[in-house]
């Protein structure tokens, strides 16, 4: 059997029946991939930054720049 995406060859223990999807899974290094490009790359303290800095740009600066100067761009 060959992975739907990238045409490799499945081993016998790669071959998986997807019931949600009604078809195979893709091959390993094909499932790998996917859950890369989903994966969230930024850690909780970044984020932190990120949504504070949103805040700051749409209610305007209520309080002191308390964030790590590191993120700043």
């Known amino acids: ?6 045409d490799a060859t ?3 223990s790669e ?12 091959c390993g290094t094909c499932l790998e ?6 994966e969230d790359h930024l850690d909780e303290d ?10 700051r740009e749409m209610f305007g ?4 720049d308390n964030y790590d100067e590191e993120y700043d761009e």
């Not at 059997?1 to 990238?6: D, E, F, K, P, S």
């Not at 071959?15 to 893709?26: M, S, V, W």
């Not at 970044?46 to 949103?54: N, P």
């Open 61 to 64: 600066d209520t309080e002191e």
């Open 33 to 38: 991939a996917i859950a890369n490009v989903f």
């Open 1 to 6: 059997m060959r992975c739907a995406i990238c």
């Open 10 to 12: 499945l081993n016998p």
């Open 15 to 26: 071959i998986a029946y997807n019931h949600d999807h009604d078809e195979f899974e893709p």
């Open 46 to 55: 970044e984020v932190r930054v990120i949504v504070e800095r949103d805040e």
